[in-house]
């Protein structure tokens, strides 16, 4: 299992929190999915077997999201 935390720029309000965490749970190989919000940040724990870096990171862009960089 690997675990990163990303810094989200856009991430302002519980709206924010809870359409990224619901669009991550739901790709497969995501374990747990964090939003703090005042921090504006994203911490995620997936199966890097299942799943890579680069694909949640675009998961998150395309929800409207980018990780800072």
């Known amino acids: 299992m690997t675990k ?3 810094q989200v720029p ?3 309000c519980g709206h924010c929190k ?3 965490e619901s669009a991550l749970r739901a790709m ?3 374990e747990t999915v964090d ?3 005042d921090q504006k940040t994203v ?3 997936f199966d890097e ?3 890579t870096e680069e694909q949640v990171k ?3 862009a395309e929800e409207g999201y980018p990780v800072a960089a």
């Open 4 to 6: 990163k935390t990303y």
């Open 10 to 12: 856009d991430v302002s």
């Open 18 to 20: 809870a359409s990224i």
């Open 28 to 30: 497969g190989g995501i």
């Open 35 to 37: 939003v703090e919000v």
């Open 43 to 45: 911490d995620v724990a």
């Open 49 to 51: 077997n299942m799943i």
């Open 58 to 60: 675009a998961a998150l």
